[in-house]
């Protein structure tokens, strides 16, 4: 299984786009049938799908998120991105990216990076 | 948007006692549920998909069944390391959605 990590800034001021990539080792994102996802926790709270990226570069989003949310994929780093425009403090979460070797489930995840937006 | 509604919140029992979880869809998503459980602090693991058939490496103990849109998790004898949170997925339809979850505390 591949194995990922989250990066990025772990401060976002509010009215800012939030911005994160996942970096993929052990499996490329252009493996056929793969999606890489990403997903996130309020602290204290529920799991939400935010969306996911297709290995042929289509992308699935969460329709509560959709105007403010983009994701996508460098295949020179074996790295995908998410970002999340104009935060608010309701997007302080811990954030996940996920692996799902095509049949919409999460097998592998990142250990998830925490995100506060606050000024 | 498919909820997945799952009880109890929470669950308190004893190591050795057996463990009923349960999440009902809000319409039909045929078998196409997955168990996930999450310990404080990590990320959470796959136990179960397409409702019945246990991830690789999962012991056992652990196992799914459907009824219709009522969908059970049951944990045949609690192990110390299954003190967690357990949540439930859907991928019948787009937007992929998860259960609230239920918390297995000790008792």
């Known amino acids: 299984q591949p194995q990922l990590k989250e990066s990025g800034p772990g401060l976002v001021k509010p009215s800012e786009t939030l911005s994160l990539t996942c970096t993929v080792s052990?499996?490329?994102?252009?493996?056929?049938?793969?999606?890489w996802g990403w997903i996130r926790q309020p602290p204290g709270k529920g799991l939400e799908w935010i969306g996911s990226?297709?290995?042929?570069?289509?992308?699935y989003y969460n329709p509560s998120l959709r105007s403010r949310v983009s994701i996508s994929g460098d295949t020179s780093k074996n790295q995908f991105s998410l970002k999340l425009s104009s935060a608010t403090a309701a997007d302080t979460a811990v954030y996940y990216c996920?692996?799902?070797?095509?049949?919409?489930?999460?097998?592998?995840w990142g250990q998830g990076t925490l995100v506060t937006v606050s000024s | 948007e498919i909820v997945l509604t799952q009880s109890p919140v929470t669950l308190s029992l004893s190591p050795g006692e057996r463990a009923t979880l349960s999440c009902r869809a809000s319409?039909?998503?045929?078998?196409?549920l997955a168990w996930y459980q999450q310990k404080p602090g990590q990320a959470p693991r796959l136990l179960i998909s397409?409702?019945?058939n246990r991830a690789t490496g999962i012991p056992a103990r652990f196992s799914g069944s459907q009824s219709g849109t009522d969908f059970t998790l049951t944990i045949s004898s609690l192990e110390p390391e299954d003190f967690a949170v357990y949540y439930c997925?859907?991928?019948?339809?787009?937007?992929?959605?998860f259960g609230g979850g239920t918390k297995v505390e000790i008792k």
């Open positions: 996920a692996w799902d070797p095509g049949d919409y489930w999460f097998a592998s």
């Open positions: 052990g499996g490329s994102i252009r493996t056929d049938n793969n999606f």
């Open positions: 990226l297709y290995y042929s570069g289509t992308t």
């Open positions: 319409q039909s998503i045929y078998s196409y």
């Open positions: 397409d409702a019945s």
């Open positions: 997925q859907q991928r019948s339809t787009w937007p992929l959605t």
